[in-house]
């Protein structure tokens, strides 16, 4: 059986080589591994402030280990509904990789969600994982977002960037977000951006706790955007009491892992 992948510029699928499968097929098996070796050494370096040495390897891993592009939940239905109409999709979902692996819980245990030919290598790779129909997939996400968790399009092992993840991520245990928040390089901006009408602003104070890039602020009563600071995940403007919030279009965007025109044309038809 063939397995296929996505090309992220053009929303191309290409089959996956038996290589690539048994790469991803490995590195799911021993990522609980993986993860707490990782963990320990940001930990380390922390504790004794080694930053630079951080940055460091973070640049040097980044190379073979997971990096993702953060989306809207509006972004990631509108991929599940992109790939459902294709003849090779394989959609599935397992336990939080990073709660797995640090003996830590919050909030939704089973939301890892692989696609494509990461689907059949963590299905290989473990027996916890499922399948999805992509109206149980969209379902997922929209919960996930409603706990204030950030979609996250993944992919690594030099895979010139296919996608094999829609992880949803937050700042205490999400191993890949703390990495980041201390060595950059691991997360990157998606193809939105927030646009803030401040005189409707009700001051509520809502985007501040939903933001894990610590992009907002009240002053006077008043919201704050950091505009560099803004992912583009859009959990702000779902919450917005006054309705004082919108994504736009990010000016500078060039996709990463996001197969931006797939989406675009699967909508247009």
């Known amino acids: 059986m063939a397995h296929y992948s996505m090309r992220p510029k053009n929303g191309e699928l290409v089959e996956t080589g038996r290589i690539q499968l048994l790469l991803q097929t490995l590195y799911a098996r021993y990522e609980p591994l993986i993860l707490r070796v990782l963990d320990a050494t940001l930990r380390f370096f922390l504790k004794v402030k080694g930053r630079f040495i951080l940055i460091v390897l973070a640049r040097l891993l980044n190379r073979f280990l997971p990096t993702g592009e953060v989306v809207t939940l509006q972004r990631a239905t509108d991929f599940i509904d992109a790939i459902s109409g294709l003849e090779k999709t394989q959609i599935a979902v397992g336990p939080c990789r990073c709660?797995?692996?640090?003996?830590?819980?919050?909030?939704?245990?089973?939301?890892?969600?692989?696609?494509?030919?990461?689907?059949?290598?963590y299905k290989r790779a473990s027996d916890e994982y499922r399948d999805l129909?992509?109206?149980?997939?969209?379902?997922?996400?929209?919960?996930?977002?409603?706990?204030?968790?950030?979609?996250?399009?993944?992919?690594?092992m030099g895979s010139g960037g296919w996608t094999f993840a829609i992880c949803s991520c937050e700042s205490?245990?999400?191993?890949?977000?703390?990495?980041?928040?201390?060595?950059?390089?691991?997360?990157?901006?998606?193809?939105?951006?927030?646009?803030?009408?401040?005189?409707?602003?009700?001051?509520?104070?809502?985007?501040?706790?939903?933001?894990?890039?610590?992009?907002?602020r009240l002053v006077n009563q008043t919201a704050e955007v950091d505009l560099t600071k803004c992912y583009g995940c859009g959990l702000c403007v779902s919450t917005c009491s006054g309705e004082a919030r919108r994504m736009v279009k990010r000016?500078?965007?060039?996709n990463r892992y996001y197969p931006i025109d797939l989406v675009s044309k699967a909508s247009a038809h």
């Open 99 to 121: 709660q797995e692996s640090l003996g830590k819980r919050k909030g939704t245990y089973i939301k890892d969600m692989v696609i494509l030919y990461g689907a059949e290598a």
């Open 172 to 216: 205490e245990i999400c191993f890949p977000f703390r990495a980041h928040q201390a060595a950059g390089g691991v997360l990157h901006p998606g193809p939105d951006i927030v646009a803030l009408d401040s005189e409707s602003c009700t001051g509520c104070g809502k985007c501040v706790e939903r933001c894990h890039f610590g992009a907002n």
């Open 133 to 156: 129909s992509p109206e149980e997939a969209k379902k997922l996400l929209q919960e996930l977002h409603q706990e204030g968790l950030i979609p996250t399009f993944y992919a690594c």
């Open 251 to 254: 000016e500078d965007y060039h």
